[in-house]
């Protein structure tokens, strides 16, 4: 009797799952094929190459690709230094006490909030309190805060696949501490290190809320993309022709045209993603 009622849990928790991830990607499908449908006629090599014209109405979306390739290159340059270091402290130096398991939790609580409540924190502090101005390097560095626990979280997941078997071999045949970890923990680590790196990338690449309140602007006509200067990002060009613009059905296939490039950028960060820990696990191989 027990070992049908189990059974019988069994059966019904795995139809929930795989029915709530049917209903899931049936809907994402959905999404994804009306975007494309939509979108694929504005698609072309001036509608990529070419600067936004006549109040957004015709033109491309050059100005916000690049916005979007610098800003996420300052979130990289601030987020994946500060990260991992902080990640190998956490993971082989600190002591697993008390203090050191709230700085874990903190980490993890702060991947939970909000990504508006960063653009607010990073409003206060980068453009007010710094004095940083409404910037390119503004907003960048609000994405590096947000992305700085999931960098953290996922560098020290993939150290702790390492056995710990390995550091002791490494230590008994002489070598230091630092040594152990900078030669072979951390080239162990590399595919999961930057799986994680770049999986945060593509997310911060699609973010809206941290750059409305610290850099992006509704149109620039300037490609130079100074880093102390307002900027065009492709998530926030979306949003403007979408809700904000005053001729929003006239702009509307250029909207579902900037949403599948949008849509493609992240495709293909998370495609590398996999390819890098595909690679690394053959090389291993």
Sequence with gaps: MQHKRFKLSSIIEWGSLTGTTLIVCFFLVVIILEIVFKGIGSMSWEFISSIPKEG???????????????????????????????????????????????????????????????????L??????????????????????????????????????????????????????????????????????????VLTLSRAAGETAPILFTGAAFYISDTNGYINQEFMALPYHLYMLSTQHQSIEEVRPIAYGTALVLILVVFLLNLSAFYIRYKFRKNEN
Excluded at 72 to 82: N, R, S
Excluded at 135 to 140: D, E, F, I, R, V
């Design 56 to 122: 957004m109405t015709k033109g491309g979306i050059l100005t916000p690709i690049i916005g979007t390739v610098l800003i996420t290159l300052i979130t990289a340059a601030f987020a994946i230094p500060f990260g991992i270091c902080c990640a190998i402290y956490l993971n082989e130096y600190a002591e697993n006490n008390k203090l050191t398991r709230i700085i874990r939790a903190a980490i993890r609580n702060l991947s939970g909030v909000p990504s508006i409540i960063y653009g607010l924190f990073g």
């Design 124 to 197: 206060a502090l980068f453009v007010q309190t710094l004095q940083l101005g409404t910037s390119l390097l503004a907003a960048g560095l609000t994405l590096g805060l947000l992305s700085l626990p999931y960098i953290i979280t996922t560098t020290e997941e993939a150290l702790m696949q390492i056995p710990n078997s390995t550091r002791e071999a490494a230590l008994a045949v002489g070598a230091t501490k630092f040594e152990t970890i900078k030669d072979i923990v951390i080239p162990s680590a590399v595919p999961g290190i930057l799986t994680g790196v």
